[in-house]
């Protein structure tokens, strides 16, 4: 589903204030963190549904980007809420996973975002099967 794109400035982006941009004091831990926690699919997505939740303003600016990677921001975003690791870190982590792992991950965020998608759709009378516009 395509949706108009909707831009916030940076200083409201829940991700902020969560280090998502931000640095680790110490990088090596924070990387040995993250593979824990990205490698871990289900509290990795409970994380990421609690991204859709908690960060109205984040998500709308993300996920009506039609040309960012919203698994991938979603992914960061879910770790930042988590462990206030930036994505720089977790972009990393990301390559000491197994395929497997990653199929797991992609698919939670692939869930979470349909449901944000889906939930943002109603909230906005935006409903294609009727005809109306998500552009």
């Not at 991700?15 to 941009?21: I, L, R, S, T």
């Not at 939740?53 to 993300?62: D, G, K, M, V, Y």
């Not at 206030?84 to 990301?94: F, G, L, N």
């Not at 909230?123 to 009727?130: A, F, P, T, V, W």
Request: aromatic share 10%; charged share 25%; proline share 1%.
């Amino acid at each position: 589903m395509k949706l108009k794109r909707v831009w916030h400035d940076y200083r409201d982006w829940e991700e902020v204030a969560h280090n998502m941009w931000g640095e680790a004091t110490d990088t090596q831990q924070a990387l040995w963190d993250a593979i824990a926690f990205t490698s871990d699919h289900i509290r990795y997505g409970s994380y990421m549904m609690r991204v859709i939740q908690e960060w109205p303003i984040s998500c709308e600016n993300a996920l009506t980007d039609n040309t960012l990677n919203q698994k991938a921001w979603l992914g960061h975003a879910a770790t930042a809420l988590a462990l206030s690791i930036p994505e720089d870190i977790t972009r990393k982590a990301w390559g000491h996973l197994t395929d497997e792992q990653r199929l797991l991950a992609n698919k939670e965020a692939e869930r979470a975002i349909s449901t944000w998608k889906d939930a943002y759709a109603k909230s906005k009378n935006l409903h294609s099967d009727m005809g109306g516009s998500l552009l």
